[in-house]
């Protein structure tokens, strides 16, 4: 049986390869600003720390330090990001099936970004709500799909805070106005922004000038220096999802030093402002070096951004050119993003410096036969 299956495998990957999309790299998730692959050196602008939380993680090993309690932990993060409650769950993924399933029924409805990703949009995807999609942060479209939706009991629209595509952050205050006409309760996904940006690090709600509030706010602890995610919001929705059996009660993902890491690395990231500002200087600089260049740069709001390339198999080439001299970024191409739209997405951290930069636009530099003419 799997000789067959075998084969039809090897063909797979044989087309994967001769498209140029073949991942020779696996899955990087290193934190460090520059991180060491097979022997050679490489500037990590794929999966960098915003900060460098090294000493909070090192708060959990200490003998004596494991004394935070996952309520304590709870209670900082919702007061990060000013909401009445939080509860804490295995994986984004556990929280954003929570969220949707224990919360939704067959008579609701729920609205996504189909180009989210998976973590997301893995909820939605498998409840029993009736669907629908619409696309990155067109208005227009998640206005149509809230008209469409009007036959269902309840609606529950899910948005990114920061694009994954492209650094951008969402239109908060025309969304809210549409959730507030076709009566829609809204969840704000802040895994790219609690922490990264905003007033104390407390997102997207902190930059924008916004009286609305999301009911729900969903994230990864990822950059608060443990594993896990959280929900945050309204009273009523956190304690009716704490009578529903997949939350922390029932599979204790957190352990005693990820739990002290993650209250260290919050009470780390309040008292951040300053490496806030210099990360969005120093991307402001990046950016500005790529422009010069000729390179296409959609608008973005946070320390993440894209360079436009257009072609899927170019898009990986370009990866592992740069790969090669020394600078490592994250290809982003179908079936995320449409054969035209492919690009390169950059994150930045408070470790890069400017020497960092100016060598990674030089590597750019060298390979600009390989962009599309602006």
Do not use: W
């Amino acid at each position: 049986m799997y000789t067959d299956f075998r084969e039809q495998l090897c063909s797979r990957l044989a087309a994967i390869n001769d498209a140029g999309l073949y991942n020779n790299h696996g899955t990087i998730v290193s934190a460090d600003a520059v991180i060491e692959i097979d022997g050679q050196k490489l500037l990590n602008f794929n999966t960098p720390a915003p900060f460098a939380l090294n000493d909070c993680q090192n708060v959990g090993q200490a003998e004596g330090n494991t004394s935070e309690t996952t309520a304590a932990l709870e209670a900082r993060i919702a007061r990060l990001l000013n909401a009445d409650d939080c509860i804490l769950y295995n994986s984004p993924a556990d929280a954003n099936c929570a969220l949707t399933n224990h919360l939704l029924g067959r008579a609701d409805a729920v609205i996504y970004n189909a180009l989210s990703q998976f973590a997301l949009n893995g909820g939605p995807t498998f409840c029993r709500a009736t669907k629908y999609k619409y696309h990155g942060f067109d208005i227009d479209d998640i206005e149509k799909q809230l008209k469409l939706s009007q036959a269902q009991q309840n609606r529950l629209l899910i948005v990114d805070a920061v694009d994954l595509a492209s650094g951008n952050i969402a239109p908060l205050n025309r969304i809210f106005e549409l959730a507030n006409r076709y009566k829609a309760v809204v969840a704000i996904d802040q895994t790219l922004s609690a922490g990264l940006i905003g007033q104390g690090g407390s997102g997207i709600l902190g930059l924008l000038d916004t009286t609305d509030a999301p009911e729900i706010q969903t994230g990864s602890l990822q950059y608060f220096g443990s594993n896990g995610a959280y929900i945050a919001g309204r009273r009523e929705i956190i304690d009716f999802l704490r009578q529903q059996p997949s939350g922390i009660q029932a599979s204790a993902p957190l352990t005693p030093q990820n739990i002290s890491a993650a209250c260290a690395a919050i009470d780390s990231i309040v008292k951040s402002d300053t490496e806030r500002q210099y990360i969005l200087q120093i991307t402001n600089y990046f950016i500005k070096k790529l422009y010069c260049l000729g390179l296409e740069i959609p608008p973005t709001m946070s320390s993440r951004f894209a360079v436009m390339v257009g072609d899927s198999g170019n898009t990986e080439t370009i990866v592992k050119k740069l790969a090669k001299k020394g600078v490592l970024v994250a290809a982003l191409t179908t079936p995320f993003v449409s054969k035209d739209q492919c690009r390169l997405v950059l994150t930045l951290s408070a470790n890069h410096t400017k020497d960092d930069i100016e060598k990674a636009a030089a590597a750019f530099e060298s390979e600009l036969q390989l962009f599309p003419k602006s």
